[in-house]
């Protein structure tokens, strides 16, 4: 790799071959320009399948195993959760997450997957009022 290579010039391979990346971490991260949230439970190779307008998993290109998901919609999600619950502290349980966007409507079966692998995960509520 040539010295003059700028750190937003390299590839992503470039820029683990120089790095530490670190252990893998499976906190939900949130992304404020797409008002979604992310959680990967396992650092596998994986491919996306949308279930619905709401949910996205992720699964293993090795195991077939769902790995991750992707919710949308999320500022709308806590404020339901938080419509219908009070909620004391900036934490929100996946599984409430899940259930808002379930709704009304019989939930898919991959919302059963994605609820056991999540169960116990906290969505740090705060990072909404910091994207506003």
């Not at 939900?28 to 190779?45: A, H, N, W």
């Not at 090795?62 to 991750?68: F, H, K, L, P």
């Not at 019989?106 to 906290?122: C, F, L």
Request: proline residues 2%.
């Amino acid at each position: 790799m040539a010295s003059n290579v700028t750190e937003s010039e390299m590839t992503l391979r470039e820029y683990l071959q120089t790095h530490d990346v670190g252990e893998f971490d499976g906190t939900p991260q949130y992304f404020r320009d797409g008002d979604f949230l992310t959680v990967f439970f396992s650092d596998e190779i994986a491919h996306a399948q949308r279930i619905d307008e709401i949910l996205t998993i992720y699964v293993s290109d090795a195991t077939g195993e769902m790995v991750g998901c992707k919710i949308k919609g999320i500022r709308q999600l806590v404020s339901n959760v938080r419509s219908i619950i009070e909620v004391e502290h900036d934490n929100v349980s996946m599984e409430l997450l899940l259930l808002s966007a379930v709704g009304n409507k019989p939930p898919k079966e991959r919302y059963y997957d994605v609820r056991e692998k999540a169960r116990g995960m906290t969505f740090d509520a705060s990072q909404l009022s910091k994207a506003a």
